[in-house]
Every structure is written in structure tokens, then in C-alpha cells.
């Protein structure tokens, strides 16, 4: 049993200290935001992540999980702390690593000898050393810094977190690696233990690259688009090639999320700082960029003004399974089908809260239903593949719109069921299908 205090209580932080408590370890929980510790103190959850209120409940009830306002006491009890603070993008591209910074200081004034100083946030390669010399510069001493970056995705995180298909370990001496082995110990997969410089860029270029897979097959689709083919074949007969694989092959309206659009951008910026060309990640980072202007584009040659036209969002969240709207694809569309005069509604399962925060004040109702949201409208957008709009009775939701005209920014819906539903229906990357109103089988 290691004593671990995990800095930042966000997606990663969260799911990490529950991880750790369910792997038998002692638990504090620490964050900036006392609204958020008071949240987890009284039980409560911060975020939603499917299974993470169940893994919560047991690691409070097992006595190993708790939570606290007060950094100074949590690391002081700690044998290894965690720091899973934000490292969103700055201005010009690069990493903030002001969080960072900031509580390499807080430990430093806290800690006792022999802890080991663990990054986990997503960060250029490094920045363990600038942890360390952040930490001497305040006086500490006799500790370790080392690098475990977390792979979990958002939507399936607890999953991802207790059985992952890898665990990176960057350490510099014995100590760390013992602390880090000892605490990953319940979990069965490859352990890849590395020094601190190799493990920092191992998180950034497997970002980096399942990003620049998603670009290609959007570049794939727009060709497919402009010949009559079909992408989502293409993907298929690519991806049973194994040196290719399946996954990231879907074609769409791009990625977004915390994570891809900022890694890449902070991984280019770090290889450029060093003269290394990034010229592939800039053309990564450019086609994703273009995405949703595209769509927009696309449903201005079928619908013609947008101007005063009501358009339905189905789907806010960056990705199903989470509320996470940051860079989410539905912020980017909401605003630029706003700023072109459409009326915009909107229907998430769960990422109401977040997307309404996100948006600020460009007027967008949210409904309760995807049906809700596309009553009287002009054209609907599948933004989020989620489950639940397969559950649609689509031709329903056509009879109630204005015109029935459904662009899949996911390539989620059946084509050929919408449209016998009676939509005209757009798809990304392969051939649209065209149900004249009224004539619907
Ligand atoms: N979200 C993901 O899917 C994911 C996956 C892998 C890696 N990461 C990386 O993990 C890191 C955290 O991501 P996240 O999504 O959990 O972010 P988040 O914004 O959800 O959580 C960060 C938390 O840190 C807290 N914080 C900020 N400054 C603090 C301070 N000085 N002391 C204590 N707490 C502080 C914030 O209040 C917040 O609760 C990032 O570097 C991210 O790139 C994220």
C-alpha cells in the first residue's frame, strides 16, 4: 500500500484517485477549486464518467479514498504525489505550464524527504526537469520527479484507467521506479519503463499520431466526396490491412476534445523550438481546422441562405460518453451557423450544463430530446455519435420539420433509413441520399 496524493481532481486526477484507492492504495485527493473538493467531500461527483460515482462510493467506503482543501496536510502524508493539473494551450501554440508551475511550488513547500514527484498531466518533453529545478529553486530535497502520462479517454476513463493496454513509466532512479511499480503493481500490461525525456514524448506523439490519422481519412473523404466513392469502405478496406488497423478511420467533422487539438499544437511548438520539421502535424492541425467550415459550406450549396434557417445540434459533447465540450466541434459550428444568421437549437444527453457555460451568450436553446430539438427546423446535424440517435424515430422528426434535411457530420445514421424516413440526407465522405418530401416509402 503506497500513501498518494493526487494534485487536481479534473477527468484524469478524478478517475486516477479512485484507480489508485480501488487498487488497494491510501488516497487524498487534493484540488485548487473548493467548490469541487466540497462536491467530493459530501459525496458528490464533479463530472460525468460512466462508472466513476460507483468507483467514488467504494473507495470513500473503503476508508482508502478521501478528499481535502488542504494541500499543505495531503502532501505531507504522501509518499507519492500525482499531478494531474490543466496544460491548456497558450496563445501562441505552446503548453501553459503555469498550473504546473504553480503546484511544483506548493509541493516543494510541503513535502517531506524521499516523496516522489509524479507528472501525469499531458506535458512537452521537459518538463520534469523544470518540476525539479522549480522544487530545489524552493528549497526542497531528497525527492524524485518522474513521468507516468495517462492514456484514458474520456467516455470509457475508469475502464481505460484499471485496464489499460499500457502503463509509460519515466524515471531517473531506483526509488521512482520502485514507487511506481510498487503502486501499478494489480495491473496486468506491459509496463513500459523508460527514462523521464522518452516517456514525455510518448504521450505527445501517440496523441500526435491517432490525430494526424483522423486528418488523413478526412482528407481521404473529401477526394471520395469529390469522385462519388465511399469513405467509410475505403476505411474498411484499408483498416483490415493490420499494419493499418480499423480504428481512428472514421471520417467526420473532426476531432476536437482537451486533449488532440492542444497536444498536437504543444508538440509541434516543442519540436520547432529543437528545428525539427513538423510540417506533417501542421497539415494535421490545418485539415481539422477546416472541418466544420466545410460542413457549413456543404449545407450552404444544398439549403442556400442559412440566414434565418433553424438548425438542430444533435450532439454537443466533443465525443459521446462524456460532458467534456472543450474544443468540442458543436461550439465551432454554433458559432460560425450564428454568426451566418441561423437559428440554432440543440439536444445532448448530458452535456447541456457544459455546452450552455461554453457558449456564453450566442443563443442557442437546448431541448430535452433530439425530436424537441428538430421540431420546425430547416436542417439537422448529427455532431455527436451517441448511441441514442439510432434509437430516433426519424420519421417522425421528419414530418415535424420544416425540411427535412439531415446532414450526419459522424457518418452515424443509416443512409438509406433516413432516407426512407424522408430526409435529404448529407453524409461526410460518401454519397448523400435524396428522399423528394412526400414520396417517402
Ligand atoms: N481529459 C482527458 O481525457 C485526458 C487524458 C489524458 C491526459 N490528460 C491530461 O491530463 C491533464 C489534466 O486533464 P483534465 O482533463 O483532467 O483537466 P481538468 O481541467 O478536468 O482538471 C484539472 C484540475 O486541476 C485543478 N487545478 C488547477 N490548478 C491547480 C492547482 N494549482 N492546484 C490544484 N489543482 C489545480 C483544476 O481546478 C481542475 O480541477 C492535462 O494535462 C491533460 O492534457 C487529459
Redesign the pocket.
Known sequence: MTRISV????????VSAAGFAALGHDVIG????EQ?IATLESGGCP?YEPGLEELLAEGRASGRLRFTAD?GAAVAASDVVFV?????QADDGT?DLT?VE??AR?IAAHMTEGTVVVE????PVKTAQWIRRTIELCGGRGFSVASN??????GS?VQDFLEPERIVLGVADEQAREALLDIYAGIDCPKVVVDIETAEII?HASNSFLAMKISYINMIADLCEAVGADVRQVAEGMGLDSRIGPKFLAAGIGYG???FP??VRAFMRIAEQHDVNVGLLDETDRINEARVARLVARMRNDLWNLKGKKIALWGLAFKPGTD?V?EAPSLRLARQLHAEGAILTGWDPVARETFLRAVGELPVEICDSPQDAAAGADAVIVVTDWPELREVDLASVAGRMRSPYLFDGRNWLDPEACASAGFWYRATGRPGVETVPGQAS
Open positions: 494534485i487536481g481532481t479534473g477527468y484524469v486526477g478524478l487534493y484540488d485548487i477549486d469541487k463530472i494541500l494531474c493539473v490543466g496544460t491548456p503548453a498550473q504553480a503546484v506548493d501525469k498531466s499531458t506535458v502520462p495517462e492514456f484514458l479517454r474520456e476513463a504521450k476534445g482537451s486533449c492542444k497536444d467534456d472543450r
